[in-house]
T-cell receptor
């Protein structure tokens, strides 16, 4: 239903690394910058983790990284902590729809 | 550090107009660095971008909502607002306000739930 496709859930143990994928098309990811967001609970403010494919805003630790290849993007999180348990969303501009579009979200569980 | 807070009725009757306000603190809404936007998330569904406005009223709306949506900025109150007309149950959602840098939502409010029901 969402324009961008993310896995519904991923899990990993504390201290491990996890990657979250975001798949789109040439009208969105393929030709525009990707951003990533973290939201701990539906009633809390999403936080910008990555913008312009791989840049981190001030205050975001370098455990978080972003990359893009073709029409897909990936969020990487290393040294997993229990506090990283959250929903993660990708987003980008869609040139065909003339709108910002998002993925459906991925729930990260730190086992 | 900008802080955004949404406010408005949590219940709106079908066919009425949904009105929300976002109060900005920690900075001026007249900044040329940002647009001011709204994003929503219906229950069990993904995020949907509604639209954005510059401080001077330059707006851009999601084409799928454009006919029913108005976003306006009040520089005297450091606030911006959202109006959605002729609402239906499909407009029930968690509504977020956010700063938009180019096309990237940067700082977000915590969201406010709006239910459309009679």
């Amino acid at each position: 239903q969402s324009v961008l496709t993310q896995p519904p859930s991923v899990s990993a143990a504390p201290g491990q690394k996890v990657t979250i994928s975001c798949s789109g098309s040439t009208s969105n990811i393929g030709n525009n910058y990707v951003s990533w967001y973290q939201r701990h609970l539906p009633g809390t403010a999403p936080k910008l983790l990555i913008y312009d494919n791989n840049k981190r805003p001030s205050g975001i630790p370098d455990r978080f990284s972003g990359s893009k290849s073709g029409t897909s993007a990936t969020l990487g999180i290393t040294g997993l902590q229990t506090g990283d348990e959250a929903d993660y969303y990708c987003g980008t501009w869609d040139s065909s729809l003339s709108a910002v579009v998002f993925g459906g979200g991925t729930k990260l569980t730190v086992l | 550090q900008l802080h955004l807070q949404e406010s408005g009725p949590g219940l709106v009757e079908p066919s009425e107009t949904l009105s929300l306000t976002c109060t900005v603190s920690g900075g001026s809404i007249s900044s040329r660095n940002y647009f001011w936007g709204w994003i929503r998330q219906p229950p069990g569904k993904g995020l949907q971008w509604i639209g954005s406005s510059s401080y001077s009223g330059n707006t851009h709306y999601n084409p799928s909502l454009k006919s029913r949506v108005t976003i306006s900025v009040d520089t005297s109150k450091n606030q911006f607002s959202l109006k959605v007309t002729s609402v239906t149950a499909a407009d029930t959602a968690l509504y977020y306000c956010a700063t938009i840098k180019v096309v990237t939502p940067a700082s977000w409010g915590q969201g406010t739930l709006v239910i459309v029901a009679s």
